[in-house]
Structure formats: structure tokens, C-alpha cells
């Protein structure tokens, strides 16, 4: 692993944004949060993920230590994960290590689609009857878009929360931003959130053309913001560089391989990069796809998590503190168990606007920052990491 030197700059202008709202949630104050059993027993938390993703990791983690801080759970180190992605593990350990005397993580209640379209349709069929018919599950959190898509419906009734996708209103998961649809269905989203993205990287770059990637599926359309980037190129006037990478029906080397090539083919075409959520990219071979990028100089922005900035890619939104969303979501399970529908509680939430940005990718396509983006910036990279 490369040295890389990480600032964390907490500022008062952080404070104050946080008090006047950019995390954008009601109060609530109809339902209480402070822990309560379910008729004197523990609430049974299932689980269910369209396959292993790194936000999904990192949403699970910080919903448990927020639920740590209100007293929900006893406090406990986290365990060691064998790598990014992983939930399998983090779930086990919340099923038989932790201890609380309000929620059990059920061990054989986290179920997986492992990213193939054929076991997704078995797995949902199986977590339908187990909740219809078993009824052991009390609350279901469902991480990303194909788990929020296959529980927001009527076939089913255990509130639910989805959590961590891209759009779950484009995705359909949800009626509208204040309303679910669904009296069991809740879905935190930040309507905005991808526009802004795009126009900040606009308001740099001034590119003309920018490059994207993703499967030209509903799926993959709505994982890597599709409407939201045709929205902004639309009103500010840059055209868009499309290239296709399927990750359905296909291994997921064949995927990767697919999205590598992609990205050389764009690095010909395009003057900046925004590049997109798609099962395929990963830090592993996150290389290979920014490989050709540098090359030409072009200027990347991630859509996901700032990781990615540490490994390369020049810019994105930082999300180092996990922990404003995770106190959302702690905040929705512990008013869901105090009796609220997930329906009636607020969707809406923006995360603090602060910047991500890798000084040694700036340096290597010619980038000087300015001073007010170096102030914007919430975690400052001056080295490229390399996964093991």
C-alpha cells in the first residue's frame, strides 16, 4: 500500500451548513428513538444485496455504530473485514458477536444476488415466502437498487429501508421523494445529488464532451445516474460520450473486461471522465481503466465514494465521515420500532458539500487547483493507493 497522506479538515463553515440544514431530514418528533423492545423481545433484522459493493459495506457499518451510540447496541470495535466490499462477514459478527438487548441480526437472515440476474429472481422468490409465511423477520434493510426494487411491493409488507442507492426515485423504488408509496417502504435519497456533481466538475473543467459508462439497462442506467447527467449536458450545453458495459448475464470478468475497454475506447473521444457506479469497477482494477485516462490527460470525477480518489481518480464529493448517514439511518430504524410506518418518515437527505481531491492525479495531467477548491476539500490525497 502506497504512503498516502490523508487531511481530514474540519472547518466551522462545516457547522454551520450542518445546522442550516444540508443534512436535510425532519425531526420527526412524533416518534421517539430511544430503544424499546417489540412486545419483550428483540427486533429481528433481515438483510438482502443485489451482491458485494463497497457503499453497502460502509452503510452497514456506520447504521451499526450510530445504532452503538444511541444505546441500541452495546459499543464494540468493528471487526476486520477481508476487504472493501465485504458484508458476509460484518454480518456474522453482528448475528453472534455483538450485544444488545433491543435487535438480533439474524444469522441466516442476509441474503445475496452475488450480481447474477437468474439468482436474483430465485433469491427474491425464497426472501418473499420466508417473510410471508415464516414471518421472522421484523425490519429488512436493502442495500442498493435491485434489493429496494424487489421489496418495494405489494408481495410483501415488513418495513423496509433501502439504503444506498444511486436514485430510487429514477429507479422506481419509491413514488416520489416525499412519499414512498408503500406504507412499509422508506428510501433515503438526495435528489440532487448527482447534478451537482456533474455541474461542479463543469464549473472546473468546462469540458465539452464528457464520458460515462454503464450498462444500457434500466439497472444500469439508473445505478449510474443516467437521466440526472443528460439533465445537467442539457442545460449547460456539453455533449455526452456514451459506451456500453453489460454486467448481466456475463461472468464478472467478462464485465470487468468490458468496462476497461470502454474507458480506453472514451479516453480517444472525450475531454473529462465521470466516472460512473457499475458493479464492475473496482479498485482492483481501477488502474487498468484510469491507465489510458492519464495518458490523455483527461480529468476524472468519481461518482461513488472518495476511495476511488484515493486510488486514482482526480475528484469526487468526500464522504470520509460516514457517520451523518449513519446516524440517518439510525435515526429512521429506532422511530420505525417506536411505532412509525416507514411511509410516514422524511426521504430526504443531502450530504455536507465537500470535496475530494487527489493532488498526485492533479499533478500528473497538469492540474494546479485553485485555492478555494484546496479549501473546499474535506480529504486532500498527495499519493495514488494501490490495492494488495
Given at each position: 500500500?502506497?504512503?498516502?497522506?490523508?487531511?481530514?479538515?474540519?472547518?466551522?463553515?462545516?457547522?454551520?451548513?450542518?445546522?442550516?440544514?444540508?443534512?436535510?431530514?425532519?425531526?420527526?418528533?412524533?416518534?421517539?428513538?430511544?430503544p424499546v423492545k417489540n412486545h419483550g423481545?428483540?427486533?429481528?433484522?433481515?438483510?438482502?444485496?443485489?451482491?458485494?459493493?463497497?457503499?453497502?459495506?460502509?452503510?452497514?457499518?456506520?447504521?451499526?455504530?450510530?445504532?452503538?451510540?444511541?444505546?441500541?447496541?452495546?459499543?464494540?470495535?468493528?471487526?476486520?473485514?477481508?476487504?472493501?466490499?465485504?458484508?458476509?462477514?460484518?454480518?456474522?459478527?453482528?448475528?453472534?458477536?455483538?450485544?444488545?438487548?433491543?435487535?438480533?441480526?439474524?444469522?441466516?437472515?442476509?441474503?445475496?444476488?452475488?450480481?447474477?440476474?437468474?439468482?436474483?429472481?430465485?433469491?427474491?422468490?425464497?426472501?418473499?415466502?420466508?417473510?410471508?409465511?415464516?414471518?421472522?423477520?421484523?425490519?429488512?434493510?436493502?442495500?442498493?437498487?435491485?434489493?429496494?426494487?424487489?421489496?418495494?411491493?405489494?408481495?410483501?409488507?415488513?418495513?423496509?429501508?433501502?439504503?444506498?442507492?444511486?436514485?430510487?426515485?429514477?429507479?422506481?423504488?419509491?413514488?416520489?421523494?416525499?412519499?414512498?408509496?408503500?406504507?412499509?417502504?422508506?428510501?433515503?435519497?438526495?435528489?440532487?445529488?448527482?447534478?451537482?456533481?456533474?455541474?461542479?466538475?463543469?464549473?472546473?473543467?468546462?469540458?465539452?464532451?464528457?464520458?460515462?459508462?454503464?450498462?444500457?439497462?434500466?439497472?444500469?442506467?439508473?445505478?449510474?445516474?443516467?437521466?440526472?447527467?443528460?439533465?445537467?449536458?442539457?442545460?449547460?450545453?456539453?455533449?455526452?460520450?456514451?459506451?456500453?458495459?453489460?454486467?448481466?448475464?456475463?461472468?464478472?470478468?467478462?464485465?470487468?473486461?468490458?468496462?476497461?475497454?470502454?474507458?480506453?475506447?472514451?479516453?480517444?473521444?472525450?475531454?473529462a471522465v465521470y466516472i460512473t457506479r457499475?458493479?464492475?469497477?473496482?479498485?482492483?482494477?481501477?488502474?487498468?481503466?484510469?491507465?489510458?485516462?492519464?495518458?490523455?490527460?483527461?480529468?476524472?470525477?468519481?461518482?461513488?465514494?472518495?476511495?476511488?480518489?484515493?486510488?486514482?481518480?482526480?475528484?469526487?464529493?468526500?464522504?470520509?465521515?460516514?457517520?451523518?448517514?449513519?446516524?440517518?439511518?439510525?435515526?429512521?430504524?429506532?422511530?420505525?420500532?417506536?411505532?412509525?410506518?416507514?411511509?410516514?418518515?422524511?426521504?430526504?437527505?443531502?450530504?455536507?458539500?465537500?470535496?475530494?481531491?487527489?493532488?498526485?492525479?492533479?499533478?500528473?495531467?497538469?492540474?494546479?487547483?485553485?485555492?478555494?477548491?484546496?479549501?473546499?476539500?474535506?480529504?486532500?490525497?498527495?499519493?495514488?493507493?494501490?490495492?494488495?
Amino acid at each position: 500500500m502506497n504512503n498516502v497522506a490523508r487531511v481530514n479538515i474540519r472547518t466551522v463553515a462545516v457547522a454551520l451548513l450542518l445546522v442550516l440544514g444540508w443534512i436535510g431530514w425532519a425531526v420527526g418528533a412524533d416518534f421517539p428513538t430511544q430503544p424499546v423492545k417489540n412486545h419483550g423481545q428483540r427486533w429481528r433484522i433481515g438483510y438482502l444485496q443485489g451482491g458485494d459493493y463497497a457503499s453497502y459495506q460502509r452503510s452497514l457499518a456506520a447504521l451499526v455504530q450510530a445504532l452503538m451510540k444511541s444505546g441500541w447496541i452495546q459499543s464494540a470495535p468493528l471487526p476486520k473485514l477481508p476487504d472493501d466490499k465485504d458484508t458476509k462477514v460484518l454480518w456474522q459478527w453482528l448475528a453472534h458477536d455483538i450485544s444488545s438487548d433491543y435487535l438480533q441480526f439474524v444469522a441466516d437472515g442476509r441474503y445475496d444476488a452475488g450480481w447474477d440476474k437468474q439468482r436474483r429472481v430465485k433469491v427474491r422468490a425464497e426472501l418473499l415466502k420466508r417473510l410471508n409465511g415464516k414471518k421472522d423477520i421484523d425490519i429488512m434493510l436493502a442495500l442498493g437498487t435491485w434489493a429496494g426494487q424487489d421489496l418495494a411491493t405489494n408481495e410483501q409488507h415488513v418495513p423496509t429501508m433501502v439504503m444506498s442507492t444511486t436514485d430510487p426515485l429514477a429507479a422506481g423504488i419509491i413514488k416520489s421523494v416525499e412519499d414512498s408509496g408503500f406504507d412499509h417502504i422508506h428510501a433515503k435519497i438526495d435528489p440532487g445529488r448527482h447534478q451537482r456533481q456533474v455541474r461542479l466538475f463543469y464549473d472546473i473543467f468546462k469540458f465539452k464532451k464528457l464520458g460515462i459508462v454503464y450498462e444500457n439497462s434500466r439497472e444500469g442506467r439508473g445505478f449510474a445516474a443516467v437521466g440526472s447527467v443528460e439533465q445537467v449536458a442539457k442545460q449547460l450545453g456539453f455533449k455526452i460520450a456514451s459506451c456500453y458495459a453489460s454486467f448481466n448475464n456475463v461472468s464478472r470478468e467478462q464485465a470487468a473486461a468490458a468496462v476497461e475497454n470502454c474507458y480506453a475506447k472514451l479516453a480517444d473521444k472525450v475531454d473529462a471522465v465521470y466516472i460512473t457506479r457499475h458493479p464492475a469497477v473496482t479498485l482492483n482494477n481501477l488502474p487498468v481503466i484510469l491507465k489510458p485516462l492519464l495518458a490523455k490527460k483527461i480529468p476524472t470525477f468519481a461518482q461513488g465514494m472518495s476511495d476511488m480518489v484515493a486510488h486514482g481518480v482526480l475528484m469526487s464529493i468526500s464522504l470520509a465521515d460516514f457517520s451523518y448517514i449513519g446516524d440517518f439511518y439510525a435515526r429512521t430504524l429506532a422511530q420505525i420500532c417506536n411505532g412509525a410506518k416507514p411511509r410516514q418518515l422524511p426521504q430526504r437527505f443531502e450530504n455536507p458539500p465537500k470535496i475530494a481531491i487527489n493532488l498526485k492525479t492533479a499533478q500528473i495531467i497538469g492540474y494546479d487547483p485553485s485555492v478555494d477548491i484546496l479549501g473546499a476539500a474535506d480529504e486532500i490525497f498527495t499519493d495514488i493507493a494501490t490495492t494488495k
